[in-house]
């Protein structure tokens, strides 16, 4: 499975972005259930778990840190996913990572559960 994100950029506080990322490789016969979801990793911190999207059912999860702020959404057939970021504040500047994982039911925020991992888009919240 490949991943494939952008929509990263600059960007004030209180300013908006829009993340995509594309899954390829696979076939929904061989993956009929999978989640995708967003990582992100500031400079000399952890990666932390933001999102995730269950492509199955469009369930969603998110961290407290982004809860409000922003949404995921997800076209199964077309492999896609978005997270749309409103109210960004600096604290989320970092590199964001899209991640699949094949398991069935709900997605979870933990990386031990995702199998594979996108390139990363560079998002900066600055004045």
């Known amino acids: 499975v490949q991943l494939q994100a952008s929509g990263g950029g600059l960007v004030q506080p209180g300013g908006s972005l829009r993340l995509s990322c594309e899954a390829s490789g696979f076939t929904l016969n061989y993956y009929t259930y999978y989640s995708i979801a967003w990582f992100r990793q500031a400079p000399g911190k952890e990666r932390e778990g933001v999102s995730c999207?269950?492509?199955?059912?469009?369930?969603?999860a998110y961290s407290n840190s982004v809860r409000g702020r922003f949404t995921i959404s997800g076209d199964k057939d077309k492999k896609t996913v978005y997270l749309q970021m409103n109210s960004l504040k600096p604290e989320d500047t970092g590199i964001y990572y899209c991640?699949?994982?094949?398991?069935?039911?709900?997605?979870?925020?933990?990386?031990?559960?995702?199998?594979?991992y996108g390139q990363g888009t560079q998002v900066t919240v600055s004045s």
């Open positions: 999207i269950y492509m199955s059912d469009g369930e969603p």
């Open positions: 991640a699949f994982s094949g398991s069935r039911g709900s997605c979870l925020l933990s990386a031990l559960v995702y199998s594979s």
